[in-house]
T-cell receptor
Framework: QKEVEQNSGPLSVPEGAIASLNCTYS??????FFWYRQYSGKSPELIMS????GDKEDGRFTAQLNKASQYVSLLIRDSQPSDSATYLC?????????FGTGTRLQVFP | DTAVSQTPKYLVTQMGNDKSIKCEQN?????MYWYKQDSKKFLKIMFS???????INETVPNRFSPKSPDKAHLNLHINSLELGDSAVYFC??????????????FGPGTRLTVT
């Protein structure tokens, strides 16, 4: 059974700090990785996709991928209270996505 | 200008009833999905359709029957509802590309409560 693991949190960071969210996956051949944000009572919203080793930046968000270590992370710079949500890591498995259970992020003023 | 829409948003019904959820996407995507998110917030694929053809059926009870009349619509019919079917059901869509899975965009969800 292919797995995607995330620390459930909550991860509490002060406003303005960098939030670091981590994800490990079991399938060595996975090629596509995604981060989704889900506010309470809302649907998952795609934040970032990453397909190659290294860093990918988009505004305050940076996704980092290390396929050798089977590890993908999401950094949120200058964290804001509005970033408080659950962040879901998703890994492609042939023709579907496997989601982690999510990390709850709390950004306090 | 909603990209992926679902109806209804809330559905409360009794055990044993039959209900349907509808999904429509206006993104021009080729692939549509149904996901179930349980009370512990775990999101799991149920079905996917590509251009009206069933691609994924993830060991879902056969009380659940998806139907795709065209590539912009994917419906989910549930027979003989059980308490354990209570969850949030999300529809999603993605552009079909060769070589892998690409970004999926989710609808607002349908919260199903079975009493």
């Amino acid at each position: 059974q292919k797995e995607v693991e995330q620390n459930s949190g909550p991860l509490s960071v002060p406003e303005g700090a960098i939030a670091s969210l981590n994800c490990t996956y079991s399938d060595r051949v996975s090629q596509s990785f995604f981060w989704y944000r889900q506010y309470s009572g809302k649907s998952p919203e795609l934040i970032m996709s990453i397909y190659s080793n290294g860093d990918k930046e988009d505004g305050r968000f940076t996704a980092q991928l290390n396929k050798a270590s089977q590890y993908v992370s999401l950094l949120i710079r200058d964290s804001q209270p509005s970033d408080s949500a659950t962040y879901l890591c998703a890994v492609a498995d042939t023709d579907k996505l496997i989601f982690g259970t999510g990390t709850r992020l709390q950004v306090f003023p | 200008d909603t990209a992926v829409s679902q109806t209804p948003k809330y559905l409360v019904t009794q055990m044993g009833n039959d209900k349907s959820i509808k999904c429509e996407q206006n993104l021009g995507h080729d692939t549509m999905y149904w996901y179930k998110q349980d009370s512990k917030k775990f999101l799991k694929i149920m079905f996917s359709y590509n251009n009206k053809e069933l691609i994924i059926n993830e060991t879902v009870p056969n009380r659940f029957s998806p139907k795709s009349p065209d590539k912009a619509h994917l419906n989910l019919h549930i027979n003989s509802l059980e308490l354990g079917d209570s969850a949030v059901y999300f529809c999603a869509s993605s552009q079909d590309e060769t070589g892998g899975i690409y970004e999926q965009y989710f609808g607002p969800g349908t919260r199903l409560t079975v009493t």
